[in-house]
């Protein structure tokens, strides 16, 4: 019979842990190695109990996700990381995938699933939560994208702030006109016709900083 998976549980909210243990323990080729609340705590536990698979929070305090797996895979390169979040946008999944996670599974997978997932992952297989193997698909077959200038990413992020245009100028010392010069092209570099759908598309697409959002 085949050794069963170590697996450990990153995740800074301890009632996610314990509903993933509950999830995973009783499953007789799984066994729980440990538990992080942290990325340098994961990437502590990872090197003193040696995981098969490490099931992997983003946003943590001490450590995000995607640096604890970089940390992890370059003192463990045969470790397997399977990112596990509520966030499905391409700035949260391109750069975990960069980082070398095998995999990027969403909170609400099923039980079946995520243990189908952890056996997958071990083997080397990558595994996607269908929404997210859509984007990756999506952003590969998509044409290259127009990066945005330093002035308009300012002007933007300035607009995902709530600020009107006047109050932008005055923010970068610019003219109220040529605010919305910069507003045009970044529409038409991001193919949208309006000031929210160009601060979502930007978000979306890693050309802002994301906005303060709760861990998780």
Not at 153 to 173: D, K, Q, W
Request: charged share 25%; proline share 6%; net charge negative.
């Amino acid at each position: 019979m085949d050794e069963p998976i170590r697996v450990l549980l990153v995740d800074d909210h301890p009632v996610v842990r314990m509903g993933l243990r509950g999830m995973l323990e009783h499953d007789p080729g799984i066994v729980i190695v440990g538990e992080a609340g942290s990325g340098d705590e994961a990437v502590a536990l990872a090197r003193a109990l040696a995981p098969d698979v490490i099931l992997m929070d983003l946003r943590m305090p001490n450590g995000d996700g995607v640096s604890a797996t970089r940390r992890i895979l370059a003192e463990r390169p045969e470790a397997k990381v399977v990112v596990l979040t509520t966030y499905e946008t391409d700035q949260d999944i391109v750069p975990a995938v960069e980082a070398g996670a095998t995999g990027y599974l969403l909170k609400d997978t099923s039980r079946e699933d995520l243990i189908a997932a952890v056996a997958a992952a071990r083997r080397g297989e990558t595994v996607l939560s269908p929404s997210v193997a859509t984007r990756l698909v999506s952003r590969m077959r998509a044409p290259a994208q127009e990066t945005l200038t330093p002035r308009e990413t300012e002007v933007l992020a300035l607009v995902a702030r709530g600020l009107t245009n006047a109050e932008i100028g005055r923010a970068l010392f610019i003219s109220e006109t040529t605010v919305k010069t910069h507003l045009i092209r970044v529409f038409g570099k991001l193919g949208v016709s309006d000031r929210t759908a160009a601060v979502t598309t930007a978000l979306e697409r890693g050309l802002l900083p994301p906005l303060d959002r709760p861990a998780g």
